[in-house]
């Protein structure tokens, strides 16, 4: 067998495996952790024995991503490079890991699969299949009574997946809707999947879901569509509200009490919301403490220092060692400020591309690593790391400007 066909045959392989991944992420995690990990090792094996395309390969590779990978790794080995009981199974270099690896992937897909409309449809084919399984799957959680949906994964990771999924699909869907049954479809996508993430119980999910829905429709549609789905989308929204209205009243109730709660008990009783209130304040403390990093053992020994110093937002030690339920506020309590400028770095740079290249299924995904964010540490999560990144890879496939070949 040639190099050429072996060549060829190692790319199908990745890339057949990478769809898989994606159209059953959700449904059954196992299945798509294992696909995404040996599709990694077949890139790196690929990139390997592809000795002509090293310079294309290179000039490929998504910097920004590599840089937060490469952060991560060398944090790690900063601080427990000498520790005697050292843990390589700890979720921030295996975080590194799969940051590293998809860029790999994404590098070695752009370089290497041919940009035909094929390749496109199967790239749509696996998106559409990813939201109609979760979907299903999710109105089956809902029948049987379980109280969030959590897909296979938890509740929280499970509304933003099934969000970013849906909205890379959605943006789609608009640039290439042409007749008015396009929209008609793109605005029952998005009337379903707000239904969905409400059933998740998921706050940020529910409340920056539509928000991005909007700035999406007015990225990327003309301006006769652009009102006509603004307009829809806020329709469907206030529908869906009113639908809603006992679990949304309750909701609010909820977040009142558990603010009230916060504030009654200065951050030492433990409530969804204000642990978070709390881990982001004893998080600042400890990157103040040492604002070019610490380990996992100094951040918490400072958080104590704090909550027993202030007698205030104990609650934080709960997750202490585990995130703090913030991207930046995380980053800058481990990694210090340079961390946390890899981490900006990153979500700039991939805005300006996604402007620059006209991406809205970039924009969909950068937009929702910002929001989503703001209350999780996405990339710490092995199934969101892993789902964002190939959500990532597929917005530049499906983007890509050079001639189709057929």
């Known amino acids: ?13 990745c890339f057949f495996l990478i769809m898989l991944s994606i159209s059953i992420t959700l449904i059954d995690v196992k299945i798509a952790r294992v696909s995404f990990f040996v599709a990694c090792y077949i890139s790196v094996f690929g990139v390997l024995i592809d000795k002509k395309n090293y310079k294309k390969f290179v000039k490929i590779l998504p910097i920004p991503l590599l840089i937060l990978g490469l952060s991560k790794i060398i944090w790690f080995y900063y601080f427990y490079n000498n520790a005697p009981d050292i843990n390589l199974n700890t979720n921030y270099i295996q975080a590194g890991k799969r940051i590293i690896f998809c860029s790999i992937i994404i590098a070695y897909l752009l370089a290497n699969l041919r940009n035909t409309n094929l390749n496109k449809k199967i790239i749509v084919f696996s998106v559409i299949l990813s939201f109609i399984f979760s979907t299903i799957f999710a109105i089956y959680q809902i029948k049987i009574g379980l ?27 608009l640039i290439s809707a042409k007749k008015t049954i396009s929209y008609i479809i793109l605005s029952i996508i998005f009337l379903i999947s707000f239904f969905i993430i409400i059933q998740t119980g998921t706050r940020t999910a529910i409340i920056f879901h539509p928000i991005l829905f909007l ?12 009102l006509i789905l603004s307009l829809s989308s806020i329709m469907i929204t206030i529908a869906v509200g009113l639908f809603f209205k006992t679990e949304i009243i ?28 709390s881990m982001w304040n004893a998080g600042m403390y400890s990157f103040y ?30 997750f202490a060692n ?13 990694q210090g400020i340079l961390g946390a400028i890899i981490v900006i770095f990153f979500y700039i740079s991939m805005l300006v591309k996604s402007f620059r290249e006209k991406n809205p299924m ?13 209350t999780e540490v996405i990339f710490v999560s092995r199934e969101m790391s892993i789902l964002f990144s190939l959500m990532i890879l597929s917005a530049l496939l499906l983007n890509r400007k050079e001639k189709i070949e057929e």
């Open 289 to 318: 403490q040492s604002p070019m990093g610490a380990s996992l053992e100094q951040r918490y020994s400072q958080m104590k220092s704090y909550t027993e110093k202030e007698n205030k937002d104990r609650a934080a030690l709960i």
């Open 215 to 226: 700035i999406l429709v007015f990225y990327a549609s003309g301006r006769k569509v652009r």
């Open 322 to 334: 585990i995130h703090l339920h913030n991207e930046i506020v995380d980053t800058l309590s481990l």
């Open 250 to 277: 309750e909701k609010i109730n909820t977040t009142n009490n558990e603010i009230a709660i916060y504030e009654n008990s200065r951050g030492n009783e433990g409530s969804s919301l204000g642990a978070r209130f």
């Open 147 to 173: 109280p969030r949906v959590e897909l296979n994964t938890q509740a929280t990771g499970a509304a933003y997946m099934y969000s970013c999924i849906t909205l890379l699909l959605i943006s789609y869907c």
């Open 1 to 13: 067998m040639s190099m050429e066909k072996i060549n060829n045959y190692l790319l199908n392989l």
């Open 362 to 374: 970039l924009l969909s995904v950068i937009l929702c690593l910002i929001a989503y964010g703001l």
